[in-house]
């Protein structure tokens, strides 16, 4: 009899890897941890009915009060094969998984609150300066058929690549010096130098990697080259310290 | 002979106690570390020329290049009574304080960066609806010779109360339940449901605590009245985990 696995769904593009910062914080996790774990591919079209079809909870719901289904999504029937736990919600699955599997823990006691707030700031403040250049390039990536539904909800305007690049890059460094600044807290005695919290990997270095592996996957050459040079390097050491937990399982 | 004493500056205002957020996230450090010390009162006029006598590192520079000097500041006798430690900064000085006097810390080991960044996200974010409701009250506090040089750099439109009273409230409201449901996440057996690591204060909570001092003496019956029954009633239990430390010496 095979051995049970955990469930990721992800959606496939036209490149080598997957891309979508919010499902690699989840897998990073799932690495990390060791877990057994398959990505189940799911075109954009196709998000909501597979997730409706799975039992998934939805993540928000429209003005009009429908639900919005999307992902990361797990389904884990490890534990209870028969009733298989299904979650949404990156920062969900992720308490979850902590709880359930505490070996190799990504949040140290006491850190839940902070490290929860941390990664809301490398969502909603860090990464919003990257959306303008990012997200036209993203969709190019998708396969046709997914690409009418990657932005529904969004303005179209998001579609163009800005023509200012440069200055659209300078508003992310400027980003990536502040948090740089900020990290270099925990360095000394206190800390390695790459790391969020000191010595060991958390919750907090996938939000941060999560992001970088966006850039290095859709934008290798225009953003990856950039952004692992900056701060003395920090990204790229960040990277290596991350990349046994890079596997696409 | 008398034991050296830190000095903290700060301002007086017509009130009895002192209000000023960034001055009292470092007295409750102080407080908390049970370390000798008094505070030194100055007047905003006289702000810039008391603490360019003393040697205080200015905390930015104008456009045109003069530098700004501002509060808190603290000079520290105790290790070197011949060469004072003279520092500014809230953030700079906290790093000080728990470096030179390390019992009861208040940065747990591999904190320091996450708890930067949560201070900073009070600092800028969540106080940030407080202002148009805080700014015109707390210059009315202060003696009238204070009250020209308190916004000096601001727009004076910012010593208008607003209309809009209640939306202004609705907007600090936000914010506190949104940073209330990111505090929720250290509740159960990974902490007291009450400060921001878990089981023990630390910076975080004094950067919070701070933001409710401002309120209770500035605005005690329109402001604090309010703050302390949202949220289950949790900032009043932060606030009383934190009276101990909230003596003015």
Same mark, same amino acid.
């Given at each position: 009899?095979?051995?049970?696995?955990?469930?990721?769904?992800?959606?496939?593009?036209?490149?080598?890897?997957?891309?979508?910062?919010?499902?690699?914080?989840?897998?990073?996790?799932?690495?990390?941890?060791?877990?057994?774990?398959?990505?189940?591919?799911?075109?954009?079209?196709?998000?909501?009915?597979?997730?409706?079809?799975?039992?998934? $909870?939805?993540? #928000?719901?429209?003005?009009?009060?429908?639900?919005?289904? @999307?992902?990361?999504?797990? %389904?884990?029937?490890? /534990?209870?094969?028969?009733?298989?736990?299904?979650?949404?919600?990156?920062?969900?699955?992720?308490?979850?998984?902590?709880?359930?599997?505490?070996?190799?823990?990504?949040?140290?006691?006491?850190?839940?609150?902070?490290?929860?707030?941390?990664?809301?700031?490398?969502?909603?403040?860090?990464?919003?300066?990257?959306?303008?250049?990012?997200?036209?390039?993203?969709?190019?990536?998708? $396969?046709?058929? #997914?690409?009418?539904?990657?932005?529904?909800?969004?303005? @179209?305007?998001?579609?163009? %690549?800005?023509?200012? /690049?440069?200055?659209?890059?300078?508003?992310?460094?400027?980003?990536?010096?502040?948090?740089?600044?900020?990290?270099?807290?925990?360095?000394?005695?206190?800390?390695?130098?790459?790391?969020?919290?000191?010595?060991?990997?958390?919750?907090?270095?996938?939000?941060?990697?999560?992001?970088?592996?966006?850039?290095?996957?859709?934008?290798?050459?225009?953003?990856?080259?950039?952004?692992?040079?900056?701060?003395?390097?920090?990204?790229?050491?960040?990277?290596?310290?991350?990349?046994?937990?890079?596997?696409?399982?």
């Amino acid at each position: 009899m095979s051995q049970p696995m955990i469930i990721l769904y992800d959606v496939p593009s036209n490149i080598p890897q997957p891309w979508a910062p919010n499902i690699w914080r989840v897998r990073l996790i799932l690495n990390f941890k060791r877990l057994p774990y398959r990505t189940a591919w799911v075109e954009f079209p196709d998000v909501e009915e597979t997730l409706h079809g799975i039992g998934a $909870p939805p993540t #928000s719901v429209k003005n009009d009060g429908r639900p919005v289904f @999307s992902l990361p999504v797990i %389904v884990d029937p490890i /534990r209870s094969p028969q009733v298989p736990i299904v979650l949404s919600n990156a920062n969900l699955i992720a308490e979850y998984l902590e709880v359930t599997y505490p070996a190799r823990q990504v949040f140290p006691e006491g850190s839940r609150a902070l490290q929860a707030l941390f990664v809301h700031y490398i969502q909603e403040i860090l990464a919003k300066p990257l959306l303008p250049i990012m997200v036209p390039l993203s969709h190019q990536r998708l $396969p046709e058929r #997914s690409q009418n539904h990657f932005l529904s909800g969004m303005n @179209s305007s998001h579609l163009s %690549v800005p023509l200012e /690049r440069e200055q659209a890059w300078r508003a992310v460094q400027e980003q990536f010096d502040f948090l740089a600044n900020i990290l270099d807290k925990n360095s000394g005695a206190d800390g390695d130098g790459v790391v969020a919290m000191g010595h060991e990997l958390t919750y907090a270095d996938f939000a941060i990697v999560s992001v970088l592996i966006w850039v290095e996957k859709v934008a290798p050459h225009d953003g990856w080259v950039r952004i692992r040079q900056w701060n003395g390097g920090r990204w790229g050491k960040l990277w290596e310290r991350c990349k046994s937990c890079m596997d696409v399982f």
